[in-house]
């Protein structure tokens, strides 16, 4: 990281501290110069400091300077006042691979993936943008005041808020995870809002091949958030406890259900939007940094991310959507683990296929372009 350009930021930086020099979260307009036109005449005047502060404007780039001197580092963003829309494939993302990893690991590695808007245009999510709202690149500094020391040790691109889906890799059989693609590891956060999740085909079995009746039985779980924090992972090891509202012929709730040894590779659409779908996801970014680093929030100035992004590339999505997934995988119990189930005790459910399948962002019969 030290062997990034200090040439282009030390230029960035001296303009920052003649503005900014001990003033937190400084604020400065892009104004069109240090003069304005007042009065009838036709002629324009100086204004000196205490002036210019009373002037309102509004800027298409801003900068700000925030200090946080327990974790000494200052941050420097330059914001966007601005919409941008954008529809995007990637074929094959990977980020932060080899090196400290080690050959062949990643810190983020992802096949087909799709950044689209929320619904399809015309039944096409090709003609569907994403949103991004005020984009911004930001510097974390170490020792910024001291030219000599001064020292990069991270940065970001991200937005205020951002509203669309991303769609990642294959599942052409939902009855089975064996064939998904998609994420192969990821770093980062994720508060992931699970909405409306049903399972149609949950069975009591007796041994290994004798299950009850053999009529399968269907499930509604309850709306809830899953927060991961993942560190080069392809799997998470614990997702619950869940709340399973089973039918057969009365309802039977299992309220300490756990996805146990669940692949990534499951996860096929992700919502960028809350779980109330009244508004995107706010404080998105994609960072990296040489040691961990608490972000600012972006949404809630003089406040710090309570998830510290780790070393590397880290990938932030602090209130995401995983919508109405229709998992069609059958499910077999014990009578054993049903029985304990009913009465609060732990289910645990290994890996299964979340029954989503990535949109489509192509026109005609193109699988991914």
Same mark, same amino acid.
């Given at each position: 990281m030290k062997g990034l350009p200090i040439l282009l930021f030390s230029a960035f930086t001296s303009f920052a501290y003649a503005n900014v020099n001990n003033v937190d979260n400084a604020h400065l307009e892009a104004l069109p110069s240090i003069s304005t036109t007042i009065g009838k005449e036709n002629h324009m005047v100086s204004l000196n400091d205490e002036e210019l502060s009373a002037v309102q404007g509004q800027a298409l780039m801003n900068l700000t300077r925030t200090n946080d001197t327990s974790q000494g580092l200052n941050f420097y963003r330059l914001g966007m006042e601005a919409e941008i829309e954008l529809n995007a494939n990637i074929k094959k993302l990977q980020l932060g691979c080899g090196g400290v990893n080690g050959a062949g690991n990643c810190d983020i590695d992802i096949d087909n993936l799709a950044l689209t808007g929320v619904n399809p245009v015309n039944g096409e999510y090709a003609a569907s943008d994403a949103k991004l709202t005020n984009p911004f690149i930001e510097f974390a500094v170490k020792n910024a005041d001291n030219s000599a020391?001064?020292?990069?040790?991270?940065?970001?691109?991200?937005?205020?808020?951002?509203?669309?889906?991303?769609?990642?890799?294959? #599942?052409?059989?939902?009855?089975?995870?064996?064939?998904?693609?998609?994420? #192969?590891?990821?770093?980062?956060?994720?508060?992931?809002?699970?909405?409306?999740?049903?399972?149609?085909?949950?069975?009591?079995?007796?041994?290994?091949?004798?299950?009850?009746? #053999?009529?399968?039985?269907?499930?509604?779980?309850?709306?809830?958030?899953?927060?991961?924090?993942?560190?080069?992972?392809?799997?998470?090891?614990?997702?619950?406890?869940?709340?399973?509202?089973?039918?057969?012929?009365?309802?039977?709730?299992?309220d300490n259900v756990h996805l146990v040894n669940q692949s990534v590779k499951a996860i096929h659409e992700i919502i960028l939007q809350n779980s109330n779908g009244t508004g995107g996801t706010k404080d998105f970014y994609l960072s990296l940094q040489k040691q961990s680093v608490k972000w600012p929030s972006v949404a809630s100035p003089g406040t710090f991310r309570s998830v510290a992004a780790q070393r590397g590339w880290w990938l932030s999505l602090p209130d995401v959507t995983i919508k109405d997934p229709v998992i069609t995988q059958r499910i077999e119990l014990s009578v054993l683990t049903a029985g304990v189930g009913l009465f609060g005790g732990r289910v645990d459910i290994q890996g299964i296929d979340l029954g989503q399948k990535p949109a489509k962002n192509c026109y005609g019969t193109l699988t991914f372009c």
């Open positions: 020391t001064r020292e990069i040790v991270g940065f970001r691109f991200g937005s205020l808020e951002a509203l669309g889906k991303l769609s990642l890799g294959t #599942n052409n059989n939902t009855s089975t995870p064996n064939d998904d693609t998609g994420i #192969n590891s990821i770093s980062g956060d994720l508060n992931l809002n699970l909405v409306g999740a049903y399972i149609s085909d949950i069975r009591v079995c007796v041994g290994l091949f004798t299950c009850i009746l #053999n009529i399968p039985t269907n499930a509604l779980v309850d709306d809830t958030v899953v927060p991961l924090v993942l560190n080069r992972a392809s799997v998470v090891n614990d997702i619950g406890p869940l709340v399973a509202n089973a039918s057969l012929g009365i309802t039977l709730k299992l």
